[in-house]
């Protein structure tokens, strides 16, 4: 079913789909303006992935140089199981190659074993921890990173 996914960058019409799929998804999501200027952000990607047009996921990151923060990723339960963050990942790093980018750092909870076990399938490594990091509820942060 994957098969049937485009992924894109983030346009100013998919912003509103973004904002809602990053409330089903995260306690703390960000707010509708700090999406919707990611657009316009020179340092920050936001990639969609759609299907028949819809926002079934997304990723955003920040580049600083050759470097990149991985900040979100997240998929619409209804889609999930079906590759589409792996998509989104491939997408990416295709991306930084031809922008000469060498690493991706990314915090993850250390509860959701899920994303830790999907972050080492695509090649970080845990490379630090950050107590506290998270809030609602508090929880410690596993910092990983991926060379390119």
């Not at 959701?112 to 990091?133: C, D, I, P, W």
Request: a negative charge; proline letters at 3%.
């Amino acid at each position: 079913m994957a098969s049937s996914v485009h992924i894109i960058p983030m346009s100013s019409e998919q912003a509103e789909a973004v904002y809602a799929l990053s409330c089903e998804c995260f306690s703390t999501p960000w707010s509708f303006q700090s999406i919707a200027g990611e657009i316009k952000n020179p340092h920050a990607l936001t990639l969609v992935a759609l299907r028949e047009g819809k926002v079934v996921g997304y990723l955003n990151v920040h580049h600083v140089l050759d470097e990149g923060d991985v900040n979100l990723i997240a998929v619409r339960e209804s889609a999930r199981r079906e590759g589409i963050a792996t998509m989104l990942m491939k997408a990416l790093f295709e991306r930084a190659e031809n922008a000469g980018i060498s690493s991706y750092m990314l915090e993850v909870r250390v509860s959701n074993q899920a994303a830790v076990s999907f972050y080492t399938r695509m090649g970080f490594l845990e490379v630090g921890l950050r107590k506290g990091y998270y809030q609602k509820p508090e929880e410690d942060a596993l910092l990983m990173k991926k060379e390119l």
